[in-house]
């Protein structure tokens, strides 16, 4: 069988492809194929995941296919975010290497991932915020991920020849960056028949986010910030669905998304679906997810500043250190960066709730309220909380107001 | 004789040059050589500058060397530059065809651009200014340039996809980028060798300057809009030196410097150096460099909101038209972007001044002014309102606010 040009497999064929991909085969074991054991397991919209499970040892084998798989082949999608997904894993994963999976293998005219398997009892974080699960490390690793992943591909670490070439190859992932987009930036803002929502009871509510003005100005605001700014090579979809977790361990899988933009993306991701988690809980604080966007935001923050002193007199280009030569200047603009990076994060994050609620794509910890009232009434305050973050988002001094403004709100 | 690998040209290999390349030897006319007139003219400091001027036709030929040209060959420069400036010229000429010479032809190979030549009386701006000389129709000219050139480049013309493409293709042009960053927004803070001022009068000034952390910290900021907003296709080097002048005609010329950055750096080179014009003429009012800064903006905000309301249903992304679907919320943003422009505008002016007097590159504005303590006087003026309009930018509220502000100073 040839594998030289693209044909979506099977689980039959994808036991011939990795036989004969040594890289690939040397995880299962040689002659150990008559008891493995594949599961084609993509719950998600865009790919196929198959977990092979061998008596001597486990991969992942995950493959784009040229169209959004959910929808099918009327919404086509290049199969090239395959390769940028690839490249992220790697470099995410040098960078913050307890916090991705190893890439095996990389197949580009496949368009083809294979990657450790994460085995049980890994589970999809957000599955464990719905069931009330706590991550006593969570907080920690998430914060290592973040902060490593962006402070070292922003100008902060890179000279301006090494980030203008970074920046041109994840140009390239333009269509992915394009249905951000839409479904972030655009959709929920206009009449779109992707749209949904809990009908009848937020038809007003929706309506409402059509037409306000205001909000449709800060919008435009992070859309642009979203298409002209490349500040980081960004996860670009690191929301609670993205992110596989035990006691221990935390991983952070899916780059497909990665491109060159504003951090504040990132963060704002996993922020608004940790504040959604807490909406979700009906106002209930038992499970503590408004606390845990302070603490999250918190370690961030100062990892990614002792990283900043760290290599203050590294590569970076942003600020110098024969300009930012004292503690006084070092610390005004390490102030003046967290502040505005805590803004971006509120905007995206606020944006990141809004779409989940009105929008085309939305999540377990609204859709397991099975009473569509209760979960109207839910997904209603925070829609309000989003509304009121994205315009108010500057007014915000630091972390410690937003947990607050979380819990009057609810 | 070959051109087949790159070779500086001399008076005598131009001549051949010329002869064998049609879109260029058709300018001139065919046997009309013998009483061709070459001259060299290129007071700049990049480049070689060819006038050929024929009994029946004219043209320029312009060559980049591989090497700063008034340094030489110790600060290597890569002549790629060039396809970047005749890329920009052909595609601001393009837009605002009225204000950018004609480009004959471009070799890649050889870093040559033969172009139309502006005939005199075309005189470059900044000589004009400094004569005192009025040009009725600058204003409304620059505003043509610039609003075109920056809005048909940026996202209120171009989808993200032809966007990303054209970012993609001039992040190829990071050396001349980071020329920009080292001269403006890194040496004028900072001990350089490169940095001179008129000593020992603004010994203290330039000092001042760097010690300034507040200064550092604005400058920082638009440093890094530089090197990560995409936002337009600027020229880069949008000075009154790259605008050539009569009484009706006015061209803008050497966009080498050109990438996709933010529009408020070549609105901000263009203003910043009409009010150092202003401050080089001793406060003296007679020439109105100071009512200029606002007329031109004022005349640009209006061509520009114009364009916007003619395209608003094109293919520009931005700000889709089912979103900003209704007269109040398009204007509600109009004037959130123009605010926004405004300051930005302010910040790189000021940071444009600023560089101008206390970094490597002086303007003849004030080098002309032949007393060092007057000059001095004059430059310190200019240097403190650069200082304060870099800190100060964000509470202008409209441009007749900044004359103003001028007029108070001086």
Chains 1, 2 share one sequence.
């Not at 064929?13 to 594949?38: M, R």
């Amino acid at each position: 069988m040839s594998f030289e040009e693209f044909k979506p497999l099977n689980e039959k064929s994808l036991v011939e492809y990795i036989k004969a991909t040594p890289a690939l085969s040397s995880k299962i074991g040689a002659d150990k194929y008559d008891d493995l054991v594949i599961k084609e397991v993509g719950d998600g919209n865009l790919n196929f995941v198959f977990i092979v499970v061998g008596s001597s040892g486990s991969l992942v084998i995950k493959q784009a296919l040229p169209y959004i798989r959910c929808i099918g082949e009327s919404w086509p999608m290049t199969k090239e975010r395959a390769y940028f997904e690839a490249t992220t894993l790697r470099k995410h994963g040098a960078l913050s290497p307890d916090h991705v999976p190893e890439v095996y293998h990389f197949d580009r005219t496949m368009a083809l991932i294979g990657m450790r398997y994460l085995e049980p009892p890994h589970t999809i974080l957000r599955k464990g915020l719905v069931a009330g699960i706590e991550y006593p490390n969570l907080a920690d690793h998430m914060a290592d991920y973040m902060a490593k992943t962006l402070f070292f591909t922003s100008l902060l670490y890179h000279d301006t020849t090494e980030h203008r070439r970074a920046v041109t190859e994840f140009c390239g992932n333009v269509e992915l960056c394009r249905l951000t987009e839409q479904v972030v930036f655009s959709d929920p803002y206009r009449v779109s028949t992707f749209n949904r929502w809990t009908s009848p009871y937020l038809d007003d509510d929706a309506k409402a986010v059509r037409e306000d003005s205001a909000l449709k100005l800060e919008i435009a605001e992070l859309k642009s910030m979203f298409c002209e700014r490349a500040q980081a090579l960004i996860h670009g979809d690191l929301h609670t669905g993205s992110v596989m977790v035990t006691q221990d361990s935390t991983q952070v899988i899916d780059p497909e998304f990665s491109f060159y933009g504003p951090m504040g993306f990132d963060i704002g991701a996993y922020l608004g679906n940790l504040i959604l988690a807490f909406f979700a809980q009906d106002g209930h604080t038992t499970h503590g997810n408004d606390r845990k966007v302070s603490t999250i935001f918190r370690i961030l923050i100062c990892m990614f500043i002792a990283l900043w002193d760290q290599h203050k007199d590294g590569p970076g280009e942003a600020y110098l250190a024969d300009i930012y030569n004292n503690d006084e200047v070092l610390k005004l603009v390490q102030e003046n960066y967290m502040r505005n990076l805590l803004h971006d994060s509120l905007g995206f994050g606020a944006a990141k709730m809004i779409r989940r609620i009105v929008g085309v794509a939305h999540v377990e910890d609204f859709e397991s309220i099975e009473e569509d009232k209760r979960r109207a009434d839910c997904e209603r305050s925070a829609l309000e909380f989003g509304k009121m973050l994205l315009k108010e988002r500057r007014k915000f001094k630091c972390i410690g107001e937003v947990v607050s403004a979380i819990q009057q709100q609810s």
